[in-house]
């Protein structure tokens, strides 16, 4: 019989037994856990491995265009806009310049969303979007009376739009002290165009703004709208700068402070006006006060260098303040004196006067039997008052301005020699003048002419010109046939100071100085005073102690309702040479359908012997050193 082992034999580490089935199944338990722990590590040994291949890969071929792209997704390349030159008259006075100002801007959803946090963290703050608003918008109104209100703010700031303007033309310093308190304000730098005088040349000078027309806050600029602002442009803008900035996620609001200058911007240069601005004031109010008092639909006047064809002053009965955004109409903009031409009448007689002295057909003394009418065609024409058959000399003819007299003189000279002297004079095409909007008016083609259109353009209707047009044709008598082409700019100033003058202006001799020493001599007669024989049509344009030439002009306007020409309505013109004997300037003048029956202002005289004055004072044009005689105009 067997014996059990005693409890002491077995406490002593008495060697234990186990099943064979046990001792099997612990050592598969023990090789299976060691086999995972190995393929483990080298999954993981291969994991790594490739990881870092990858990585490898990535800097070693992936690196440039990786950090490119996520360049690109962070920063923005934006122009700098270029300082805008000034412009000055001919005297350095400035007309139009330019101040460095702040545009305040708010990414409403990047407020919004940044309260709407606020909101969850701490609703128990009693602040949110609604009252932070209103708090910048009481704050904006009370700091900028003068540039937005607070209901103007508050209906930006809750706007549908993800961005929005808030005030333009803010001071740099008070736009600084805005960010400093709300910095979720931001600004961009601008610069806003100041024009110290006004209305002063106005028409001339033009009009410059910021484009808002793009929806990129980065590439707006301040450009030319109107006159020479928009025709010089490209002289005035200068080249823009480029410049890179971050900007917020999803937006392009630039983060203050990331900007990056890659090139700088180069001024734009300035101009340099022919314009005097004193001038310039004095004839804009003397022709307004005359336009009012004739009761005329309007009018424009310009004062003309009689031998450089350099404009001293171009003004319309009405113009614009660039100031005022309310007078920015297009109407007001424009510029009337060349962009609207009319049939002018007697003043385009000098035309006919020019060439029939210049083939020699007549002098100034040549004397011919005018009647009071004459047939052209199938048209009558009739002298400006009743007269049976008078001999008028040539001067004659045209200081008293007789249509009939005119005729028979251009009836000798024909109608194509006529037709080459208008193209000579310069009718029919535009002047050069370097203002936008320019007119070349009109002249019928020659092959369209009907039996009476030669009855009508020797006496200026049926043809048409602007104001400048018709003051060019006088400066080339007052320059010794030389018609030199008008400009307004003298000069341009680059940003480094270096003055560039305008490029000569073309020429065209017109006649030669001995015919237009004659039509100059020949039209002082038009401002002579005495009986019927001796009087022109003009006594009122004369200035004493100065020897006047000049031409009076009375042309039917076409009636709109029946297409005819009217009996009430006309342009009433003026062309004069100041002093006759040395000529200095010259003036045109043009009223639009003044009240022809108030016997002071039928005639653009009186005005003209006003602006004469003027000149005279301000330049201190010598006196003639002798009166013109008088001569006799119907024998």
Do not use: C
């Not at 009071?372 to 024409?381: K, N």
């Amino acid at each position: 019989m067997a014996r059990r082992p005693s409890a002491r034999g077995a406490g002593n580490g008495a060697r234990r037994t186990y099943s064979v089935g046990a001792r099997r199944g612990g050592t598969v338990s023990i090789r299976n856990n060691k086999g995972r722990f190995v393929a483990g590590r080298i999954v993981l040994a291969l994991v790594l491995v490739a990881a870092g291949l990858k990585l490898g890969y990535i800097h070693g071929f992936e690196a440039d265009a990786l950090t490119a792209r996520a360049e690109r997704q962070r920063t923005t390349t934006i122009d700098i806009p270029a300082p805008r030159g000034a412009i000055t008259d001919r005297n350095g006075n400035q007309l139009a310049f330019s101040v460095e100002t702040r545009t305040l801007w708010a990414s409403l959803r990047t407020m919004r969303e940044d309260w709407a946090e606020r909101a969850r963290t701490d609703p128990d703050s009693g602040e949110n979007y609604r009252t932070h608003v209103a708090e910048i918008a009481d704050y904006l109104a009370g700091k900028l009376p003068e540039r937005t209100t607070e209901d103007e703010l508050l209906e930006k700031f809750h706007s549908d739009s993800a961005f929005t303007y808030l005030v333009e033309g803010v001071e740099p310093s008070v736009a600084e002290e805005i960010t400093e308190r709300y910095p979720e304000i931001g600004y961009e730098k601008r610069a806003k165009r100041v024009y110290p005088g006004g209305e002063l040349a106005a028409n001339i000078v033009g009009y410059a703004n910021w484009r808002m027309e793009d929806p990129d806050p980065t590439k707006h600029n301040l450009h030319g709208l109107s006159g020479l602002e928009a025709m010089r442009d490209g002289d005035l803008v200068g080249t823009p700068g480029r410049q890179l900035v971050n900007t917020q996620q999803g937006s392009d609001v630039v983060i203050p402070g990331t900007e990056r200058d890659l090139r700088p911007a180069k001024p734009g240069s300035d101009l340099e006006l022919t314009i005097d601005s004193d001038v310039q004031y004095e004839l804009q109010r003397s022709l307004a006060d005359y336009v009012r008092r004739s009761h005329a639909e309007g009018g424009s006047a310009v004062i003309m260098d009689a031998r450089t064809a350099e404009v001293y002053a171009l003004a319309n009965d009405s113009t614009f303040d660039p100031s005022d955004p309310e007078s920015l109409t297009t109407e007001a903009m424009g510029n009337k004196a060349v962009s609207t031409p009319f049939e002018p009448g007697s003043v385009n007689k000098v035309v006919t006067a020019t060439a029939a002295i210049e083939h020699g057909l007549v002098t100034p003394d040549t004397v011919l039997d005018v009647p009071g009418s004459m047939e052209v065609a199938d048209h009558t024409v009739h002298d400006a008052w009743t007269h049976g058959v008078q001999p008028f000399t040539v001067r004659g003819i045209f200081a008293k301005s007789s249509n009939v007299g005119t005729l028979m003189l251009a009836q000798r000279l024909g109608p194509d020699r006529f037709m080459d002297m208008l193209g000579t004079f310069g009718v029919g095409r535009t002047t050069g003048i370097g203002l936008p909007g320019e007119s070349a008016g009109y002249v019928p083609p020659r092959s369209q002419w009907s039996g009476t259109t030669f009855g009508n353009l020797p006496i200026g209707q049926g043809l048409s010109m602007t104001v400048v047009q018709m003051a060019s044709m006088y400066q080339a008598i007052a320059n010794d046939g030389v018609r030199v082409e008008p400009r307004i700019v003298r000069a341009t100033t680059t940003p480094d100071g270096e003055r560039v003058p305008e490029p000569a202006p073309r020429t065209t001799r017109v006649t030669d100085p001995r015919t237009a020493n004659s039509v100059k001599s020949m039209l002082r007669a038009v401002t002579q005073d005495g009986g019927y024989a001796e009087q022109g049509t003009a006594p009122e344009a004369a200035l004493e102690g100065y020897q006047i030439s000049g031409k009076t002009g009375t042309g039917q306007q076409v009636d709109p309702d029946t297409g005819a020409y009217s009996q009430e309505l006309y342009n009433v013109t003026f062309a004069g040479i100041l002093p006759a004997d040395e000529p200095r300037f010259v003036v045109g003048i043009w009223l639009d359908a003044p009240d022809t029956t108030l016997p002071e202002y039928g005639s653009a005289a009186p005005l003209f012997h006003d602006i004469a004055a003027y000149l005279a004072q301000r330049y201190r044009i010598p006196v003639s050193e002798e009166a013109a005689p008088t001569r006799t105009l119907v024998q």
